[in-house]
């Protein structure tokens, strides 16, 4: 029975490596949004980065892939305990290196959207408190589906849903927005005292 089951799975030759790099970038950048650990997010986040740095190269989103090196480089200094001032500098100058690679590979939106995403990302990885980095991820992700969504990565959307998703239900379960059903009804209190 088990070797007739077997049968129908697919095998790893018939996947291409689109598709392999992209499913296992999903899986990566999905288990990120699990973990409560600053550095195992970011480390989680790098192993999805590195994927997907090979499944925008084999698309041809050249720009989505560079911003995915930046990207690891970023994740290499945030990762430190204590980084130092050359870490720091190494840390900035991606910022500048994102957006000359914007201009050098420009792609049109494709290219906008990516950059975007990746200075809203940096802003991410440069905080220190776990609410903070996830709701810079978040509006990251939001901005990256673009570029995903033009480049014709169906993995990279997935895995943008997957992210919204995790971090969503991270920053709930952490009470991020239990303050915000209160500011509704003062609003609206306020809102219905000016009428």
């Known amino acids: 029975m088990t070797a007739f089951l077997l049968d129908y799975l697919p095998t790893f030759a018939a996947i291409s490596p689109v598709a392999m790099t ?17 550095r195992a997010i970011l480390l989680a986040q790098a192993t999805a ?20 090196a930046l990207g690891l480089v970023q994740m290499a200094v945030s990762c430190q305990r204590q980084p130092g001032r050359l870490l720091g500098l190494l840390y900035a100058l991606t910022v500048p290196a994102a957006l ?4 050098l590979t420009w792609q049109g939106p494709m290219s906008a959207l990516s950059a975007t995403g990746f200075l809203l990302a940096t802003l ?7 609410g903070r980095m996830r ?10 589906a673009g570029h995903n969504l033009l480049a014709g990565s169906a993995f990279g959307l997935v895995s943008d849903a997957m992210a ?12 991020t927005f239990r303050g ?16």
Do not use: K
């Not at 000359?100 to 201009?103: F, K």
């Not at 709701?135 to 990256?144: I, R, S």
């Not at 919204?164 to 009470?175: M, S, V, Y």
């Open 124 to 130: 991410g990885r440069w905080q220190s408190a776990l």
């Open 49 to 68: 980065s590195t994927l997907f740095l090979l499944h925008f190269l084999l698309l041809g989103a050249w720009t989505g892939m560079l911003m995915c």
């Open 135 to 144: 709701l810079f991820f978040v509006a990251a992700t939001l901005v990256g």
């Open 180 to 195: 915000l059903s209160g500011c509704r009804f003062a609003a609206r209190a306020v809102s219905g005292a000016a009428t």
């Open 22 to 38: 992209g499913i296992a970038g999903l899986l990566a950048g999905t288990l990120s949004t699990l973990l409560d650990a600053r």
């Open 100 to 103: 000359a690679v914007a201009a």
């Open 164 to 175: 919204l998703t995790g971090h969503g239900l991270a920053l709930w379960r952490a009470g």
